[in-house]
């Protein structure tokens, strides 16, 4: 019995350090390359660290390149378009959760059909529509997109949350005098905070990483985010392949700070909704 149970746990340590392997082993790749003369990418052929190293595709990157205007343009819609939902999909969870309104199953049902239409089917339109507007080609048009589309995913998290907790708080609370908004600011917002932060880090990561709107609806390299950034180290007849890992690395840089900052409440967040009671 002894032995079948340490079989099974060294069978358990074994998988869980093959799937770890697995999952940073491009990462190390990554941070290979980008440290890689390219005299050396292809001469030493596969190996698992050059014989020299160089971080001159990084100096290149930051100070020879406009992956610096394609940081800050990332971070100013990924960061907008996190805040947004976030604020939205409380909002709207918060009543979806508490309030039996008309047509409120027909509103969720709306919700969820947005989901399932392919992205690429709606380019088109969706250029049709800014176009006019002066939005194309503008960190303002990509914000309002990436909001449009994550918001319905992420009220329906959010209202996981609030469904996990009591409505007698939010009574208690109005029986001492509040209102329903100060109920909800004070008493129900602070015991989202793993919520909040879950929201913030999904949303924040897909609109980091988004390539098709971003390509489809920016021309120019004054409003291109990182993603398509990373397509003007690619030419006619060769890649660079040096500099887009380095930017790549780069670019890794925000997100992981990002979710350091949240990682208190992450946890909390990804579970706390699953389980009721």
């Known amino acids: 019995m002894r032995?079948?149970?340490?079989?099974?746990?060294?069978?358990?340590?074994?998988?869980?350090?093959?799937?770890?392997?697995?999952?940073?082993?491009?990462?190390?790749?990554?941070?290979k390359v980008s440290v890689t003369p390219n005299d050396l990418?292809?001469?030493?052929?596969?190996?698992?660290?050059?014989?020299?190293?160089?971080?001159?595709?990084?100096?290149?990157v930051i100070a020879h390149s406009a992956f610096p205007t394609f940081f800050?343009?990332?971070?100013?819609?990924?960061?907008?378009?996190?805040?947004?939902?976030?604020?939205?999909?409380?909002?709207?969870?918060?009543?979806?959760?508490?309030?039996?309104?008309?047509?409120?199953?027909?509103?969720?049902a709306l919700l969820l059909i947005t989901q399932m239409f392919p992205l690429v089917m709606l380019?088109?339109?969706i250029f049709k529509m800014l176009s006019p507007l002066g939005l194309t080609n503008s960190l303002t048009g990509l914000v309002i997109v990436y909001t449009a589309f994550n918001v319905p995913f992420a009220t329906f998290l959010m209202q996981s949350f609030f469904d996990g907790i009591p409505k007698d708080l939010e009574e208690a609370a109005?029986?001492?005098?509040?209102?329903?908004?100060?109920?909800?600011?004070?008493?129900?917002?602070?015991?989202?905070?793993?919520?909040?932060?879950a929201t913030l880090g999904?949303?924040?990561?897909?609109?980091?990483?988004?390539?098709?709107?971003?390509?489809?609806?920016?021309?120019?390299?004054?409003?291109?985010?990182?993603?398509?950034?990373?397509?003007?180290f690619v030419s006619k007849f060769?890649?660079?392949?040096?500099?887009m890992?380095?930017?790549?690395?780069?670019?890794l840089i925000p997100a992981c700070l990002f979710f350091l900052l949240i990682q208190r409440y992450l946890v909390q967040g990804l579970t706390a909704g699953a389980v009721k009671g």
């Open 72 to 108: 800050k343009n990332s971070l100013i819609v990924a960061g907008s378009t996190a805040v947004a939902v976030t604020i939205l999909a409380s909002l709207a969870g918060y009543a979806m959760s508490r309030f039996n309104f008309r047509a409120k199953y027909w509103i969720v």
């Open 202 to 232: 999904f949303v924040f990561t897909a609109a980091w990483s988004e390539l098709l709107f971003a390509l489809m609806l920016i021309s120019g390299n004054d409003a291109a985010t990182f993603p398509v950034g990373l397509l003007t």
């Open 174 to 197: 109005m029986i001492d005098g509040a209102t329903q908004f100060v109920a909800f600011r004070q008493i129900i917002l602070p015991l989202t905070l793993p919520g909040i932060a």
């Open 41 to 60: 990418l292809y001469s030493e052929g596969v190996r698992m660290w050059p014989s020299r190293a160089t971080f001159e595709h990084y100096t290149f």
């Open 245 to 251: 890992m380095a930017a790549g690395i780069l670019a």
């Open 123 to 125: 380019v088109a339109p």
């Open 3 to 31: 032995t079948s149970k340490l079989l099974l746990t060294v069978a358990h340590r074994l998988a869980i350090l093959a799937y770890i392997v697995v999952a940073l082993f491009p990462l190390f790749w990554l941070l």
């Open 238 to 243: 060769s890649v660079d392949f040096g500099q």
